[in-house]
C-alpha cells in the first residue's frame, strides 16, 4: 500500500500531462485527488505497521541484479513520519495554489514528480534506489522555480540546482566508494550497515556522503541557495522546499551517512554540531535584519534546521527522535508561515517589503491572515502547545547531554529567533498605519481569502497543535526505530 503513494504520484503526472491544454480548474482537481489518495495510502500505511524496531517490507525485487541493486521499498517509523508529512504538504500546496493558471497542467504535473520522488527517498532502502528518487526530486524544483517563481528566478533555479547537483556528485562518490569497498555485491541499505568499514575509509567516507546531503538540508556555510530558492519560488514550491525538501538531506545523511559509517561519525561529530549551533544563530541573526518578509521565513528555515542537524549528532534516543519530530513539526510550520507570506500576502499585496506592508495595517484588512501568521509565529517560536516545543526540547535535552555548550548556543539562537518572529509579526500586520498606504488599500481592496487557503491553513494549524499537545503520536512510532537492525553499527560502537 506504502508503495501507491510513489505509483499514484507518477501516475497523477501522467494523467496531467494526456490532459489537453488550457484547462486549469481540471488540472487543479486531478492534482489535489492525487495528493488526497497519496495521503490516505500513507496513513494506512501507518496505522497498519506495528510499532516497534521491524522494519516492514514494502517491495523488494531484483532490479539490476548484475550489480546486486535491488527494487527495495520499505518503512520504518521514521520513514512514516516523513511519508505523513509529505501528503500533508502535498495536499495543502495544492489549496494554496488553486490560483495557477499560467500552464496549469505542467505546474502541477511538475509539483506531483517532485512528491512522487520524495515519497520515494523516504521509502528506499537501497542506497542507488534512493539515490535515483533523490535525483529526480532535484528536476522538478528547478522548473517550478525557473518558470513559475519570481525576484530572479532564474538565477534561484540555477543556483539550487548547482548545490543540489555538487552535493549529489559527493554523495554519489561516497556510496559507489562504499560498494566497492564491501566487495560490490550489494547496495541493500541494511547489508552495507552490517559491514565493518575500514576507518580510515570511513573518515573520509563520513564527511562527503553527510555533507553532500545536508547541503539540501541547509547546513551552513553550504545555505546561501534556501533563502533565494523560497524567496524566487511560488508559494507551493516554496512550502515543499521548507517542509519536505530540505528533510531529504536530513534524512539521507541520518539514513546513510551515520548508519554506513559509524566511525568517521565519531571523528566529526564534534564537527557537525559546531557546523549546526552556527547555522541556527546566523540564520536566526540574519533573519532578524531582512526587509522581505520572505527573506526573513527563508532564514528562520536555515536556523530551524540546525536544530535538525544537531539533534542527529546527539547519538541519544532522545535527541534522534527530537530531530525527526522536528523535521516533521518545521515541514508543518514553515509550510503554513510560506502560505500566508507567499499567497495570502504577496499575491494580493504585490510586495514583500516589510516597510511597505508595515504601513497598510493588514490586520483589519485580512485578519484571517494575521491570525494565521500569529499562530504560526507562536507555533516557530516554540512556544508550548505547539509541535515546535516538543521537537526543540527533546534536542535542547539530548544536546546537553552530549555536549552543553552547544546546548546553550542554540538556547541563544532560540532567543534570537522569538525577536526576528516578534519583529516581522509586528510589522507585516500589526504596523502603524500610514495615510497613503491606507488609501492605496481602500482604492485597490484586496481580495478575499479563498477557502482552499482556508482549509489549508486550518489542516496545519490543527496538525501543529495536536502534535504539539500530544507528541507521543509520532515520538511512539519514531523511537523504536533506532533499535532496528539498521542502527546496529552505532549500538556496537556505543553511540546509541
Do not use: C
Not at 500533508?88 to 504535473?109: D, T
Amino acid at each position: 500500500m506504502l508503495g501507491w503513494t510513489v505509483y499514484i504520484s507518477f501516475i497523477g503526472v501522467l494523467a496531467l500531462m494526456l490532459m489537453p491544454a488550457g484547462r486549469p480548474r481540471a488540472a487543479r482537481k486531478v492534482a489535489l485527488l492525487t495528493a488526497i489518495v497519496g495521503l490516505v495510502l500513507g496513513l494506512a500505511g501507518t496505522l497498519q505497521h506495528k510499532i516497534g524496531p521491524e522494519i516492514d517490507t514494502v517491495a523488494k525485487v531484483p532490479w539490476i541484479p548484475s550489480l546486486g541493486i535491488e527494487y527495495y521499498l520499505g518503512a520504518d517509523g521514521i520513514s512514516l513520519t516523513l511519508v505523513l508529512l509529505t501528503g500533508i504538504a502535498a495536499v495543502v500546496g495544492i489549496l494554496f495554489s488553486w490560483n495557477v493558471e499560467h500552464r496549469a497542467k505542467e505546474f502541477f504535473a511538475f509539483y506531483l514528480a517532485l512528491i512522487g520522488g520524495v515519497y520515494g527517498v523516504f521509502l528506499s532502502f537501497d542506497v542507488f534506489l534512493l539515490f535515483v528518487f533523490y535525483e529526480l526530486a532535484i528536476i522538478p524544483k528547478y522548473f517550478l522555480i525557473a518558470i513559475w517563481g519570481s525576484t530572479n528566478k532564474e538565477y534561484a533555479a540555477m543556483k539550487l540546482a548547482l548545490y543540489s547537483f555538487v552535493g549529489s556528485a559527493m554523495v554519489l562518490i561516497g556510496i559507489v566508494a562504499a560498494y566497492v569497498v564491501s566487495g560490490g555485491h550489494t547496495m541493500n541499505l541494511l547489508e552495507l550497515a552490517k559491514y565493518p568499514f575500514p576507518e580510515t575509509f570511513q573518515h573520509w567516507a563520513f564527511p562527503l556522503v553527510f555533507i553532500g546531503f545536508a547541503v539540501l538540508a541547509g547546513m551552513w556555510p553550504f545555505h546561501t541557495w534556501a533563502p533565494t530558492g523560497h524567496v524566487a519560488a511560488p508559494t507551493a514550491a516554496s512550502m515543499l522546499l521548507a517542509g519536505v525538501v530540505m528533510k531529504l538531506g536530513a534524512y539521507g545523511a541520518l539514513r546513510v551517512a551515520m548508519t554506513l559509517f559509524p566511525l568517521g561519525l565519531v571523528a566529526w561529530r564534534d564537527v557537525i554540531g559546531l557546523l549546526a549551533v552556527i547555522g541556527i544563530v546566523y540564520g536566526a541573526m540574519v533573519a532578524l535584519v531582512q526587509k522581505d518578509f520572505k527573506f526573513v521565513i527563508g532564514y528562520s528555515s536555515v536556523s530551524h534546521m540546525g536544530f535538525v542537524l544537531l539533534g542527529l549528532v546527539t547519538l541519544n534516543t532522545i535527541g534522534l527522535s527530537g530531530a525527526v519530530l522536528q523535521m516533521f513539526s518545521h515541514g508543518i510550520i514553515a509550510g503554513l508561515l510560506f502560505g500566508v507570506v507567499g499567497r495570502m500576502v504577496y499575491d494580493r499585496t504585490h510586495t514583500r517589503e516589510l516597510p511597505l506592508l508595515e504601513g497598510m495595517r493588514l490586520s483589519k484588512t485580512m485578519p484571517f491572515a494575521a491570525g494565521t501568521f500569529a499562530i504560526a509565529s507562536f507555533a516557530s517560536m516554540g512556544l508550548p502547545g505547539f509541535s515546535g516545543f516538543a521537537a526543540e526540547v527533546q534536542v535542547l535535552i539530548g544536546a546537553w547531554t552530549a555536549f552543553p555548550t552547544y546546548a546553550v548556543l542554540a538556547g541563544l539562537g532560540i532567543l534570537v529567533g522569538v525577536a526576528y518572529t516578534l519583529r516581522v509579526l509586528q510589522k507585516s500586520f500589526f504596523g502603524e498605519a500610514v495615510p497613503k498606504a491606507e488609501e492605496l488599500t481602500h482604492a485597490h481592496p484586496l481580495p478575499p481569502i479563498s477557502i482552499p487557503e482556508r482549509i489549508g491553513a486550518a489542516i496545519l494549524i490543527a496538525i501543529t497543535i495536536l502534535i504539539g499537545l500530544y507528541p507521543k503520536l509520532l515520538l511512539d512510532l519514531i523511537g523504536p526505530s533506532f533499535d532496528s537492525p539498521l542502527f546496529e553499527g552505532l549500538r556496537k560502537g556505543g553511540l546509541l
